[in-house]
């Protein structure tokens, strides 16, 4: 991932990371979710990214939002 993207939020929730990046997209913010979660075990994280112009707008609509 190149610098113009920021990770804005991390969990370990498949659902949580889908949902924001569904609120994300609904408001015409361009979002990636990276699974850094292994696939044996089922540990790690998904980490969600915006690009770079996006990232107070993104962290606004997450906070307003309820769904961290």
Excluded: P
């Excluded at 889908?18 to 015409?28: A, I, Y």
């Amino acid at each position: 991932m190149n610098k113009d993207w920021i990770k804005i939020y991390s969990t370990g929730a498949n659902y949580k990371a889908e949902l924001l990046k569904g609120l994300l997209v609904e408001n015409n913010i361009e979002a990636v979710i990276i699974n850094k979660k292994d696939s044996s075990y089922g540990f790690g994280e998904l980490e969600l990214y915006v690009k770079a112009d996006d990232v107070v707008k993104a962290k606004h609509l997450i906070t307003s939002s309820n769904q961290m």
